[in-house]
Structure formats: structure tokens, C-alpha cells
């Protein structure tokens, strides 16, 4: 199975707030459909899993969907339940083939790490999340990968909110939220999906040239640059600092 010819569910991490461009976005570089819309998050189905995926820039990070539920109760018998639906519900055969497919080739020995974050009050501890995952992804993990805190080559994550969770693998690293051009930062910068959302809603045209008169490290710059190479852009900053920081960021 090839992840051209293969497709499977998504979901994407943005800024809360910015989840409707996040979709709109998804919509039209992917040809995908976005199944659900919830705050800092898009869940969608592309065409294909393939590097595309990684042209987008309103979203932070990017997971092949596992399970999701909106179903928790709060107290510790969830722990039960999302063991359950780990060791049952997911063919993680195919998710690690998929990710392999497309996400960045490891160096060294194959490697593994388990997140677990959680937002709200329950009946158990972020920690107690990890290890019910845990439980779960037992004799799923290939005997040969390594667990490691830092840079593994696969992450699989649960996140809960409330009552609701989502466990997914992770197919981007840092550099999809803090960019690979952003070398030099500044104080009070911009996160770039943020200033790749300014740039969507301006909607520059042809020609247009796009203004930063306070332009810090150039983060809006950048993003415009990075839709349109030849893109007409002009940057300032009453400090000497954020300029040289935008000249350097803007040289990628």
C-alpha cells in the first residue's frame, strides 16, 4: 500500500480561534473533507496521506487520526475505557506504515515515545493517562523500536479536553509550528500561523505589495513570501535588533 494510494482520517492543531481558516485551508490545498471543527482543532479526511500535508500553514501540528471520543466521565473508570479503545479500535499496523510513508526518515535505531496531555478536572492524573495508553499500545510497538523522551521517530499522543480525547500518531515535529526559516526571534514575535492567518485575510493581489512598518522579525513577511516566492513585500522596525532578526530570517 502506497500513502499516495492510501488515504485516512486527520487531524490538524492550530491556534484556537483560527480553526475556521485552518479548515478553509485544509479544504483547498488537500481537496480533503474536514469532518469537525472544534476550538485549536480540524479533524478531516485528505484525498491522499501524502507531502502535502506539510504545505500547510495555518496548522501547528499534524496526527493520523487512531480514536476519538466525546464520551469521558471524569473519573478513573476512563482509564479502563481508553486502554480498550487503543488495544481495539486502531489498525496501528497501517498508521505506522502510513506515517512512515510520509513523515521524516529516523536516524539510528527505530524509536517510540507515548505523550499524554490533558486540559480540565478529573478523577486521575495526566500521568495515569500515559500509562493507561500504555497499556493499550502493548504488543502494538514493534519489539525493536527504542522508547525515548526526545526526538523519536514516532509519537503517539492522547490529548484530553473535558470529556472529550483524541489519540493519534504525530507526523510533524517542531518545525512545522516554529518554521524552519525562523532562526532569529524577537520579543513579543509572532506565532507564524498567526501571521499566516493576517496574510490569508488580507489576500494580497498580484502585484500588491504587502507593508510591515513594525515588522519585528519578519514573521508576516515570511509567510507571504512563502505562498508567493516573487511576492512584493517591504519591512521596517524603529529597532536596529528586529531588523537584522528579519533580515536573517527572511534569507531562507
Known amino acids: 500500500m502506497s500513502a499516495r494510494a492510501a488515504t485516512h482520517t486527520c487531524f490538524a492543531l492550530t ?5 475556521t481558516l485552518a479548515a478553509a485551508e485544509i479544504e483547498e490545498r488537500l481537496e480533503a473533507e474536514v469532518k469537525r471543527t472544534e476550538p485549536g482543532m480540524v479533524l478531516f479526511r485528505p484525498e491522499a496521506v501524502d507531502r502535502r500535508l ?3 500553514r495555518l496548522v501547528e501540528d499534524l496526527f493520523l487520526f487512531a480514536w476519538g471520543s466525546d464520551q469521558l466521565t471524569y473519573r478513573a473508570a476512563d482509564l479502563k ?31 517510540y515515545h507515548l505523550v499524554a496531555q490533558m486540559r ?12 493507561a495508553l500504555f497499556a493499550g499500545m502493548r504488543d ?16 503517539v499522543w492522547l490529548r484530553i479536553e473535558g470529556k472529550r480525547a483524541i489519540c493519534g500518531v504525530r507526523l510533524t515535529d517542531e518545525r512545522m509550528r516554529h518554521r524552519q526559516y525562523k532562526d532569529e526571534h524577537v520579543p513579543a514575535s509572532l506565532r507564524p500561523v498567526v ?3 493576517m496574510v490569508r485575510l488580507a ?50
Open 15 to 19: 491556534v484556537p480561534g483560527l480553526e
Open 140 to 155: 502494538k510497538i514493534p519489539q525493536s523500536w527504542l522508547p525515548r523522551s526526545e526526538g523519536a521517530a514516532v509519537e
Open 120 to 131: 480540565g478536572e478529573h478523577g486521575y492524573r495526566r500521568m495515569d493517562a500515559r500509562d
Open 81 to 111: 475505557l481508553i486502554t480498550q479503545w487503543t488495544r481495539r479500535e486502531v489498525d496501528w499496523p497501517r498508521l505506522f506504515q502510513l506515517h512512515h510513508a510520509v513523515a521524516a526518515k529516523p536516524k539510528g535505531k527505530p524509536s
Open 195 to 197: 501571521a499566516a492567518a
Open 54 to 56: 506539510f504545505r500547510l
Open 203 to 252: 489576500a494580497p493581489g498580484p502585484g500588491e505589495w504587502l507593508v510591515d512598518p513594525l515588522c519585528g522579525a519578519g514573521t508576516i513577511l515570511a509567510e507571504r513570501l512563502a505562498e508567493q516566492r516573487d511576492a512584493l513585500v517591504l519591512g521596517g522596525d524603529c529597532d536596529r535588533a528586529a531588523v537584522r532578526a528579519s533580515v536573517s530570517n527572511l534569507r531562507h
